[in-house]
């Protein structure tokens, strides 16, 4: 898979995973993997997309860091424009950075200490996305220009109903040797803890009340207890895109609690 599939300009998709493969405190379970986006303008310096997903992102819950560097290394066409960092910076890792500050950070954990993954370790565009490719890395420039397709699938949640995969994140789980499970929104929930435990399908039946939101439970899996805590997506914690009023204002409240607890210990 890792050089079937190709970002506007040529970057080969690329399986995104937890380097560090020491034992950890923790494990975080989110959804896909995110990408390094670029703003494209012509030559004369119009905007054509402000904000192009152009390679795969360098590590899991990237939090931005070089994205200057990355995207210079992709070459254009000088007759296509150029390639340079978005005009708003935070559009890179965003995910990342909320991963850090609203997640790990209340659970007093850090990337040290914690083993990150994804349910699918590749980069998928959303239907913006493919929209601007269609209309911008049109077939005649691939083909005038002698580039390679863009051929980065669209998000299908069904992908993530794949056994094979299922297998290959317990692995890992079992690998981390961490005891504290986290898990971001309703498809990790669905797609992973469901198979082992039916009782969940989804966030809201962890609780949706200040009282029950991100409050740890004991679930086995494969045999092993783990401490399992289901919060919303980093999305939805830091209002990225659309995103849930109802569950960003229970993480706020969840970020509050643990803060308070962690100034008076």
């Keep these: 898979m890792e050089t079937q599939f190709y970002f506007p300009f040529g970057q080969p998709l690329k399986k995104v995973e937890q380097k560090d493969k020491s034992p950890k405190e923790a494990f975080v379970l989110g959804v896909y993997a995110s990408a390094v986006h670029a703003r494209w303008t012509d030559k004369n310096g119009k905007q054509k997309v402000s904000a192009l997903a152009v390679a795969s992102e360098p590590e899991i819950f990237w939090r931005g860091e070089n994205a200057e560097e990355i995207i210079n290394r992709i070459h254009i066409p000088c007759e296509l424009g150029k390639l340079t960092l978005p005009t708003d910076k935070k ?6 950075r909320a991963l850090d500050d609203k997640f790990l950070k209340p659970l007093n954990l850090t990337r040290g200490n914690t083993w990150l993954c ?7 565009v959303n239907e913006n996305q493919r929209n601007a490719i269609e209309k911008h890395y049109t077939k005649e420039l691939v083909e005038i ?57 989804s966030l809201s ?33 830091d209002r990225l895109g659309s995103s849930s009023t109802k569950w960003g204002q229970l993480h706020d409240e969840w970020i509050k609690t643990k803060t308070n607890h962690s100034n008076h210990l």
């Design 205 to 237: 039946q962890f609780g949706d009340t200040a009282e029950e939101y991100g409050k740890g439970r004991e679930i086995k899996i494969n045999n092993r207890i783990y401490n399992i805590i289901a919060l919303c997506h980093p999305r939805q914690a």
């Design 118 to 124: 994804d349910i699918l370790p590749y980069s998928r």
């Design 145 to 201: 220009y002698n580039l390679s397709k863009a051929t980065i699938p669209i998000f299908d949640k069904n992908e993530l109903n794949d056994n094979k995969r299922r297998e290959e994140i317990l692995e890992e789980l079992e690998q981390s040797k961490a005891q504290k499970l986290i898990l971001l929104g309703d498809l990790p929930i669905k797609w992973f803890l469901n198979f082992h435990d039916n009782k969940f399908k």
């Design 91 to 96: 559009l890179n890792g965003p995910s990342g």
